[in-house]
T-cell receptor
């Protein structure tokens, strides 16, 4: 079983829409959780960390459910500039390795 | 502050050739890593290092060697290139390999093996 699984999409949504992505992780020893954004043919960049209490950054809200081992990302009022691939990333308490999902592709349509 | 730099940006090799992908960071990060990204596979860890002189294998280490003689540099060597190594390679650095530490990525090297 993969360490991190994501629905690859693609998600095609109109401007202004709300879209949600989910990600599941298999190892209960996972400690730290992130969403990264990757634009076409570019390097991944940190979008936000995901904390147990949930956290929000402007139009973006991230939630963590440790009992069910899933992470979510909600994007409200989608902008054309949100079009990208969103990568779910998990890190264990030990082992010094970050595990990446395959990414979810989002296209925001005018 | 250049962040993480990688060279070259593009490379074409013939099967059996060897080469070194360069990676350097100027953030004094202890943790550095190499990933390959293939369509539908996501980023997969090749090798990582938690400090100068310390390296370890990731998920897909076969066919690759690394060394870490300084904090700043973490080169990746392809010993005998194979078409299966055609991929985009990203180097990343972070304060630590555990916890809530942001990974900073280089711009990538696009490698084609013929």
């Amino acid at each position: 079983r993969k360490e991190v699984e994501q629905d690859p999409g693609p998600f095609n949504v109109p401007e202004g829409a709300t879209v949600a992505f989910n990600c599941t992780y298999s190892n209960s020893a996972s400690q730290s959780f992130f969403w990264y954004r990757q634009d076409c043919r570019k390097e991944p960049k940190l979008l936000m960390s995901v904390y147990s209490s949930g956290n929000e950054d402007g139009r973006f809200t991230a939630q963590l459910n440790r009992a069910s081992q899933y992470i979510s990302l909600l994007i409200r009022d989608s902008k054309l500039s949100d079009s990208a691939t969103y990568l779910c990333v998990v890190n264990r308490r030990t082992g010094n390795q970050f595990y990446f999902g395959t990414g979810t592709s989002l296209t925001v349509i005018p | 502050n250049a962040g993480v730099t990688q060279t070259p940006k593009f490379q074409v090799l013939k099967t059996g050739q060897s080469m070194t992908l360069q990676c350097a960071q100027d953030m004094n990060h202890e943790y550095m890593s190499w990933y390959r990204q293939d369509p539908g596979m996501g980023l997969r860890l090749i090798h990582y290092s938690v400090g100068a002189g310390i390296t370890d294998q990731g998920e897909v280490p076969n066919g690759y060697n690394v060394s870490r003689s300084t904090t700043e540099d973490f080169p990746l060597r392809l010993l005998s290139a194979a078409p299966s190594q055609t991929s985009v390679y990203f180097c990343a650095s972070s304060t630590s390999g555990t916890g809530y530490n942001e990974q900073f990525f280089g711009p990538g090297t696009r490698l084609t093996v013929l």
